[in-house]
């Protein structure tokens, strides 16, 4: 008899797999030219507090915006992305950049792997809401396990829930808002949206008193999250000592 859990997770990795394979140039050459997802990345290195011996990894590494801003500061990044073509292009990115200390490896991030107190510093930007949410807890456990201590976890993402809070109605009107001021087109994604969100499919944000919670469960100290831009936020932990 099929796993039930294990097939959906495997359905979801693969649909992952086939939109981030089609949708990898498009990404690599817009990423680069959106205000907001320029100021996060921005924020998710700030918050790393990278140092020169650390050895980081990035989850969900896209073309690599986040990786080849922390690669100058550290002394090396494994990029990790579900995409080969991802990790391609990222490589590619890297080269043209003459940044020599980045390496890349196409694997979700389900079934990532590495030995108890190896890294030195994770962090991933817009990846994690595309976990199922039972996944996300268990992924921030096996990072506590990675890290050093003192090792630092930081995620920057779309954090909101379904309107349990202030912050996730002002963001959820603020959507909705701007979607039925496009007509037609608007409300149409409005639907398509609505019923992805509410399924959770494809993505599952979740909001920042979640993250924080997860992450002090598995034991991080010194937890914080600070809001970023629009719906967007980072939060970080520390190993403690």
Not at 188 to 207: D, F, G, H, M, T
């Amino acid at each position: 008899m099929t796993d039930a859990p294990l097939a959906t997770r495997d359905r979801n990795l693969t649909r992952q797999h086939r939109f981030w394979n089609r949708q990898a140039v498009v990404w690599d050459h817009g990423a680069g030219n959106n205000p907001g997802l320029v100021k996060v990345v921005a924020a998710v290195i700030e918050l790393a507090d990278p140092k020169p011996t650390d050895h980081a990894v990035d989850l969900g590494c896209g073309s690599g915006q986040v990786t080849l801003g922390l690669a100058p500061k550290v002394a090396s990044v494994l990029a990790i992305d579900i995409s080969e073509k991802m990790i391609d292009l990222l490589l590619e990115n890297a080269r043209a950049a003459g940044v020599p200390n980045v390496r890349g490896q196409a694997c979700p991030v389900e079934q990532l792997g590495f030995e108890a107190g190896s890294v030195d510093l994770v962090v991933t930007n817009y990846a994690l809401h595309h976990l199922r949410d039972e996944d996300k807890p268990v992924l921030v456990a096996r990072i506590f396990e990675w890290l050093r201590p003192g090792g630092r976890f930081v995620i920057g993402d779309m954090m909101f829930g379904r309107g349990g809070d202030a912050r996730d109605r002002e963001i959820i009107a603020s959507k909705l808002s701007l979607l039925l001021r496009k007509g037609p087109g608007g409300w149409w994604r409005i639907a398509k949206n609505a019923s992805r969100y509410l399924l959770r499919l494809q993505e599952r944000p979740v909001s920042m008193a979640a993250w924080v919670s997860m992450l002090e469960k598995a034991g991080f100290s010194e937890v914080r999250a600070e809001p970023v831009v629009n719906e967007a936020a980072v939060v970080r932990g520390t190993k403690p000592l």
